[in-house]
């Protein structure tokens, strides 16, 4: 089998890190389209400098990769941020700054690597949403209005380019990441971790395993829905 060719934004840190690890564990050639490079190197990605929320250089480096590989087999759609406040603290520029990543950079690969697997006959389309877009959580309502956003996106291009390109989601509950760790001192985490069926976070080597499983032949009837790994 040729190697597949695997896209994913945000994979400098956290989940998207570990989401590259597990893929060229897994034999494939990844690219890491990432605002900054890794700080520990990730296993073999490719990093690129790339803005996910500015379509022109998005469409840019896709067309780079396609140029050079010949194509694109799976884009994970995972760059994204979060910012802790309440509601009605919540400034309009910052507001923008967060859809623009977590929904406007889901639609700029989407896109992207969406029209060259529409073309080439097949290709899977993923993204990190979160146990947030459909559970109430106080303080983060913009961010979870956008993970809202994304399961949308998810169920209405999975029907739009049926039956040649798939698109899922995987939606994490509480994962150990540097996105985490910034907005949660100890006690917070001892806390959460209280409410979790499974006693812990995840960590993202977990989330990573449901992404290679939703880009595998082993899903290959899975399109439009998410996964939730959230520990219970
Ligand atoms: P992280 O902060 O560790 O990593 C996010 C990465 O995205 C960073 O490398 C950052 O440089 C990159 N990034 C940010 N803005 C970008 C931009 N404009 N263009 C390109 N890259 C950009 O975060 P993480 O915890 O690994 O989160 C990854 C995804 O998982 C996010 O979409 C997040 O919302 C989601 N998520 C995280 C958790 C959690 O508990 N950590 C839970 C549910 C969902």
Known sequence: MTEQIVVITGASSGIGQATADRFTAGGARVYNLDLTAPAAPTAGAIWRHCDVTDHEQVAARIGEIVREDGRVDVAIANAGISIRRPFLEMKPAEIDTLLAINVRGVINL?????????????????????????????WYADYNASKAAVLALCRSVALELAPRVRTACVSPGYVMTPMQRLEYTDEMIDEVNAKIPSGRHAEPAEIASAFYFLASAEAAFITGQQLVVDGG
């Open 110 to 138: 989407w896109q992207a690597a969406g029209r060259q697997m529409y073309e080439a006959g097949s290709g899977v389309l993923l993204a990190t949403a979160s146990t947030n877009a459909t559970a109430g959580y106080p």
